[in-house]
């Protein structure tokens, strides 16, 4: 009896049959100290971005503070580790940031960095070593002066330097009457070695996310943007043809695209069906999205499955608020290793709402076998009350487990660490490939295991305010091996090569898989 | 004509404030701005305060048209207050005697202190909005003022409006918990009975069902009005119902641009628009811009107007928990054609009477005994999808119009339709017969 007991501490907890990741909070300890503070023109953004500038291998995180400096913490974890960050002196230490992106924007192999701002956005060029100079002036960059709250990027067919888009918000100088006020969203494009002036993507309702994916594998990426229906009149969710060579066109009804009011405040994507195409979970206010594609490749129209998968973030499921969520940035990330996607979502009030909750736990939708989501928040440890913003589920020490960080409105933000308990295993990819695009933006990464494919769309842009670039992890479950390979953005597809699990690879084009 | 699209002064509102202009820069031109511009803000918050679907939005208003009258009829002789008059309004303050007052720092008081409380639930963008108002529109309304004037006036309009919401907190609307969506709430599992419509969470029940208990403001109950029972449920191919089911599925295959664009311009969705009654307050705003009524007439007409449309749908809702018949959408999913959509989003509860319908009539009958039974006009409100200007002969082709627009949207049986229409006549009767002149 004593025997069994034991047995049953040692064994991950679990639920509806997959297993609940542990999550130890590490925030005190970690070293990170930053708040996402301000008022009205800080009640949306607090991005993290996440990203290896030291050269080790593991990522650092940079902030964004709102009235208080962005700060970049340098990882000095141990891989396997307690969490351990140093802020340092970074040269983005830039306040009203609202967002941060990395983006190797010159492809010179150094990442370089988006700063959204509530002011003017500022590109800043990677020297190395985690030091990033201002470089509007010198890549042509019109920061502008708005209120900045989403970003994406692409290389386009034929360039050798990406296509950004910035989305904005409210005027912030209707301060009577904002409602209707939104202000232009905008496409870079490059110019030589730099942009050419903004092109305004109208119209604009709000953005606070945006992604550019190929929804439907046609080889060109479009642009979704997801909107604030608080403040748009006539507005929509959206999504652009961005052709190359050609101006940016709103999808139609025409071409199957149906209206979609929300309060669009994140995007993220993964394949969730196994179609083969991504899907896309959007977060609201008492209320959230998952869409498929309902009628092929062919037709623009998405259907709804959060409510029939429960991918749902409508309420808080612990605490005892009974008033709906307000969600913010979302990931899909495998944090048990059992080869489904999971999906995370920060949430919390906007300010203090009264209709909606102010004790609203971050959730944590367990992917399970079967193509629904189980709530696992409360116990994996991860259901802070906090008025989340930002987040990034990320390995920030190096095991192959996914850890979490998250922004805080107001207050500090905080960082979880897998303990790794799961028992599935996994793999960490990195893509390289020479030119432009070194880390192969809009590629696909493919992870075959039997006559299962996992599918994964390496974006730039979406959640909430902040991204990742690095390793692309994916859990194997209980098989400790996998064939991979990568459909570059140029559409060729590299070969299947057998990996080991349990271990990161760079996978550069033209190469086999490379242990790191 | 496209449609004039989000003007940045709020287009009808501001029409109100026109008036006054008119009358270059006199007190009551001044105090009409104040009131418009207050009126602009409320309907912009109604669009952006999560709670405020249309019972909601239509019980502030009438709040605030009563509040309105009840400013000016305090320091006028001609005018008879509504004290006695409306359920539960049994005593406002008095002005006090020998003191100067000024009507349009009376107004901005009470329309300040209405709209802070009845929309401080708003997000941080609308309390924001408010805060800026109250500043500006408080310096605007005693700009020219003597100091003790101003002083006496800013009391009063805070004591009367302190009245008004205290007068409020009892009419079993007050309290919005959830959106408006009850936490618990068990479905007749009877066929024929109201289902939910949508995949969202919040909507897995209906809105707002204890709503038709709430006290009316100028009819004596909520049952005041009855209308007869729907139709008699059957998904017999051979029966009525299903035939009233069949017109909204054969209509909807075959609409008309004309019909398509009827339906979106009156869709009024809460959270999207002004709401319905937001609409009709818009209307009435540029009519009486239009006639180039005076502020008295046009706080009357506020008052009967948000008295009207609040009662039209505490006595809809009676009606609609009481026979709590299955929308279309389901029906015909469920009997006719499973992959059917209709054009509007179907909102989330039961089907008969049609609130828009109701109120609209309700509307109509208040405009029709206000500016009569031929009136003519171009409705120039802002609908959020900058649908074009609709004309109209009269407030009633205005209503009936309104009205088909939900079996257009494929949102309403045509039997709903009517005896809303039927209901909302009957509702406005007990508005329009409130003494407001001595």
């Known amino acids: ?516 | 004509m496209l449609r004039r699209e989000f003007l940045s002064a709020g287009v009808a509102l501001a029409l109100l404030g026109g008036t006054a202009r008119a009358g270059a820069e006199t007190r009551e031109g001044v105090a009409a701005q104040v009131l418009a511009t207050w009126y602009h803000l409320a309907l912009e918050l109604v669009r952006h305060t999560p709670t405020y679907t249309p019972p909601v939005a239509s019980r502030t208003l009438a709040y605030m048209g009563v509040a309105a009258f009840e400013a000016l009829a305090s320091g006028d002789a001609r005018l008879h207050s509504l004290v006695g008059q409306l359920n539960g309004l049994t005593a406002l303050p008095d002005r006090a005697a020998g003191q100067g007052y000024d009507t349009a720092v009376i107004l901005n008081a009470v329309m300040d202190g209405l709209i802070h409380d009845l929309f401080s639930n708003t997000g941080p963008t609308g309390q924001h909005a408010m805060q800026t108002l109250t500043a500006r529109l408080a310096q605007q309304a005693a700009d020219g003022v003597a100091a003790d004037v101003v002083a006496a006036s800013r009391s009063y309009g805070a004591t009367l409006a302190a009245a008004i919401l205290e007068w409020s907190r009892t009419d079993g609307g007050a309290v919005i918990e959830n959106m408006g969506f009850p936490a618990t709430y068990t479905l007749n599992p009877a066929p024929g009975h109201w289902v939910p419509t949508s995949k969202i969470v919040l909507q897995q029940a209906p809105l707002l069902p204890a709503w038709g208990k709430n006290r009316p403001f100028a009819m004596p109950a909520g049952d005041s009005c009855p209308i007869p029972p729907p139709t008699d449920y059957s998904e017999d191919p051979a029966s009525a119902f299903y035939a009233d089911a069949m017109e909204v599925y054969t209509t909807s295959q075959s609409l008309t641009d004309d019909q398509k664009q009827i339906a979106r311009f009156w869709s009024d969705d809460a959270m999207l628009s002004y709401t319905p009654p937001g609409h009709w307050i818009a209307i009435m705003a540029q009519v009486a811009v239009e006639k180039g009524v005076d502020l008295t007439a046009q706080v009357e007409a506020l008052a009967r107007m948000g008295v009207a449309m609040a009662d039209a749908f505490i006595g809809c809702w009676q009606a609609k928990f009481d026979y709590d018949l299955i929308r279309p959408i389901s029906y015909i999913k469920k009997v006719i054609d499973p992959k059917w959509e209709p054009m509007l989003n179907t909102p989330p509860f039961p089907e008969y009477p049609s609130g828009h319908s109701t109120q609209s009539a309700a509307a109509a009958s208040v405009l029709t005994a206000l500016f009569g039974d031929s009136y003519s006009f171009t409705d120039e409100s802002p609908t959020p999808d900058g649908a074009a200007t609709r004309s109209f002969a009269s407030f009633w082709a205005a209503a009936d119009e309104a009205a088909m627009s939900r079996l257009y949207g494929g949102i309403h049986f045509r039997l709903a339709i009517q005896n809303g229409q039927d209901q909302g006549r009957c509702i406005a009767a007990y508005a329009i017969a409130l003494k407001t002149r001595v």
Not at chain 1, 68 to 81: E, H, I, V, W
Not at chain 1, 135 to 157: I, M, P, V, Y
Not at chain 1, 289 to 310: N, W
Request: charged share 20%.
């Open chain 1, 1 to 516: 009896m004593r025997l069994f007991a034991l047995a049953l501490l040692a064994s991950p907890a679990m639920a509806q049959g997959v297993e609940i990741p542990h999550y130890i909070d590490e925030t005190a300890t970690a070293g990170i100290s930053s708040t996402y503070a301000g008022e009205w023109e800080f009640m949306t953004g607090g991005g993290v971005a996440a990203f290896d500038c030291s050269g080790d291998g593991k990522p650092e995180l940079l902030l964004a503070g709102g009235t208080q400096k962005a700060t970049l913490y340098r990882n000095d974890s141990p891989t396997g580790g307690a969490l351990k960050f140093s802020a340092i002196a970074a040269g983005v230490e830039l306040d009203r940031v609202t967002g941060a992106y990395p983006l190797d924007i010159d492809s010179d192999g150094i990442m370089d960095l988006v700063l959204l701002r509530s002011g003017e956005d500022v590109v800043m060029r990677g020297a190395g070593q985690c030091q990033f100079t201002r470089a509007n002036e010198a890549w042509g960059f019109d920061g502008r002066d708005l209120w900045s709250t989403a970003f994406a990027a692409t290389w386009e067919k034929g360039q050798t330097w990406p296509t950004l888009a910035i989305g904005t918000y409210i005027d912030r100088t209707q301060d009577a009457f904002p409602w209707g006020s939104c202000t232009p969203n905008a496409l870079y494009r490059p110019k030589g070695q730099g942009f050419a002036a903004p092109l305004d993507l109208k119209p604009s309702f709000c953005s606070l996310s945006m992604l550019f994916t190929d929804w439907n594998r046609s080889g060109t990426p479009s642009l979704r943007v997801s909107n604030d229906r608080e403040y748009y009149k006539g507005g929509t969710e959206q999504m652009w043809h961005i052709a190359p060579d050609a101006p940016p066109a709103l999808y139609t009804a025409a071409e199957g695209w149906k209206p979609l009011k929300i309060w669009g405040m994140g995007i993220a994507s993964t394949d969730v069906n196994g179609d083969g195409f991504p899907d896309y979970f959007m977060t609201s206010m008492s209320d959230s999205k998952l869409q498929v594609l309902a009628a092929g490749p062919d037709k623009a129209t998405f259907k709804d499955i959060a409510f029939a998968t429960h991918a749902i973030a409508q309420r808080p499921y612990t605490g005892g608020d009974f008033r709906p969520s307000t969600g913010w940035h979302a990931e899909f990330q495998d944090v048990n290793n059992d080869g489904v996607q999971d999906l995370f979502v920060a949430k919390g009030n906007v300010s203090a709402m009264p209709d909606f909750a102010m004790k609203d736990p971050n959730n944590l939708l367990l992917g399970l076998p079967d193509g629904t989501f189980a709530e696992a928040g409360d116990k994996a440890g991860v259901a802070s009350f906090a008025q989340a913003r930002g987040a990034s589920v990320v390995d920030l020490n190096g095991d192959g487990q996914m850890d979490i960080v998250v922004v805080n409105r107001n207050s500090g933000a905080e960082v979880w660490r897998n303990d790794g308990s799961s028992t599935g295993h996994w793999l960490q990819l990195a893509l390289h490939q020479d030119g432009a695009n070194r880390d192969g933006i809009g590629s696909w990464i493919e992870v075959r295991q039997g006559d299962r494919v996992q599918r994964r769309e390496i974006t730039s842009g979406g959640g909430h305010a902040g991204g990742q670039v690095g390793w692309w992890h994916f859990g194997l479950g209980a098989t400790l091996a996998a064939d991979v390979r990568v459909i570059w953005p140029d559409g060729s597809a590299s070969d299947w090569a057998a990996v080991a699990g349990d271990g990161f690879y760079d996978l550069t084009k033209g190469q086999a898989p490379m242990a790191h």
